[in-house]
Nanobody, 114 residues
Framework: QVHLEESGGGLVQPGGSLRLSCKWS??????VEWYHQPPGEQRKLVAD???????NYADFVKGRFTISRESAMRTVFLEMRSLKPEDTGVYYC??????????WGEGTLVTVSS
C-alpha cells in the first residue's frame, strides 16, 4: 500500500515561484508523475521522474518547471517558476509501483493571480 501527500500550494503573483512536494510512504515507487487540473478541465501530465532520476516534461512547462527526487526523503519536488495565471489549478501527484499499480494524492491548489 502507498500513501501520497502533496504540499506547497498557495497563492502567488504572476511571475512568481512555488515548490510543490509529494511525499510517499509504504511500498517502493518506480515513477512519480505530477498532473495539473485547471478549473473545469481535465488533468494533464506536467512532468514525471523515474527512480533513476530520468525526467520528462510537457511542452507547456519546459524551461519553467523542474522535477526532482530525493529518494532518501521519499519525496518528489516540482519547482515552478515564471508562473502564469493559466498555471492555476489543482496539482496532483501520482506514484506508480514497479508492478504497475498507481496511486493518487489528494492534490494541492495553486492560484496564480495578482
Amino acid at each position: 500500500q502507498v500513501h501520497l501527500e502533496e504540499s506547497g500550494g498557495g497563492l502567488v503573483q504572476p511571475g512568481g515561484s512555488l515548490r510543490l512536494s509529494c511525499k510517499w510512504s509504504g511500498s517502493s515507487i518506480y515513477i512519480v508523475e505530477w498532473y495539473h487540473q485547471p478549473p473545469g478541465e481535465q488533468r494533464k501530465l506536467v512532468a514525471d521522474i523515474t527512480s533513476r532520476g530520468l525526467a520528462n516534461y510537457a511542452d507547456f512547462v519546459k524551461g519553467r518547471f523542474t522535477i526532482s527526487r530525493e529518494s532518501a526523503m521519499r519525496t518528489v519536488f516540482l519547482e515552478m517558476r515564471s508562473l502564469k495565471p493559466e498555471d492555476t489549478g489543482v496539482y496532483y501527484c501520482k506514484a506508480i509501483q514497479p508492478e504497475g499499480m498507481a496511486h493518487w494524492g489528494e492534490g494541492t491548489l495553486v492560484t496564480v493571480s495578482s
